[in-house]
């Protein structure tokens, strides 16, 4: 089975200490790789603030999980996403070799950090 | 009058007038770009007005390919709260 990128956006509840949110984080690192997948790359961007409210919450802590794993994999996630009360929203891509190539040149600091922009009189 | 002649007969509808606006190009062919990141918001605002509307290929002149992958990295940006659904004054 030949493994695949993907990407695995998740927005944690801002009601988590930082030291639980990265404990949450830890599990799903772990996850990963006891089911043979191998972490490329990890991104968080910390406690931000979201464009509209979700679930009465107006912040949240983005964390990026960029990965290898067998297809199967992720339909096993994002049960486990579902079920876990502290993640408000998640996302799941399948990345194609340019959004690879992409994300190593970023890695490598070719192309800038995508930065979220926070305005606060834009309208929520 | 310190406004010159030529100022005051200038006429919109001239050659002159017309040769000044420049022919859209696709950002994404010209520079290269292949991939449309969901997660920068900042880029993807060049490609909306500001009640955080998609803006048409024919207005931005990105071209029909690169334009179904910014509409889904637009879609994507939504859905995990980076861009709103609905704004007023995005600009």
């Known amino acids: ?124 | 009058m310190s406004k010159s002649a030529a100022q005051d007969n200038f006429n919109f509808n001239s050659q002159q007038a017309t040769q000044i606006i420049r022919k859209k190009y696709c950002r994404f062919k010209k520079h290269g770009i292949k991939y449309v990141d969901y997660k920068d918001a900042n880029f993807l605002l060049k490609f909306m007005n500001e009640q955080g509307k998609i803006l048409p290929g024919r207005i931005t002149g990105t071209s029909d390919k690169y334009q179904r992958k910014v509409a889904t990295a637009v879609k994507r940006a939504r859905f995990m709260a980076i861009l709103p659904y609905v704004a007023d004054g995005l600009k």
């Open chain 1, 1 to 124: 089975m030949s493994l695949v990128n993907y990407e695995s956006a998740i927005i944690l509840t801002p009601v988590l200490s930082e030291a639980q949110m990265q404990e949450a984080v830890k599990s799903y690192r772990q996850l990963v790789a006891e089911h043979g997948g191998n972490m490329v790359n990890e991104t968080n961007w910390g406690l931000t603030k979201l464009a509209y409210p979700i679930k009465k919450k107006s912040t949240g802590f983005y964390h990026f999980f960029e990965f290898q794993a067998n297809p199967e994999f992720i339909a096993h996630i994002e049960t486990l996403y579902r079920r876990d009360e502290r993640i408000l929203r998640f996302l799941n891509t399948k990345l194609d070799k340019h959004a690879v190539i992409f994300n190593e040149r970023k890695k490598k600091g070719e192309i800038a950090p995508a930065a979220k922009i926070v305005k606060e009189d834009a309208k929520v």
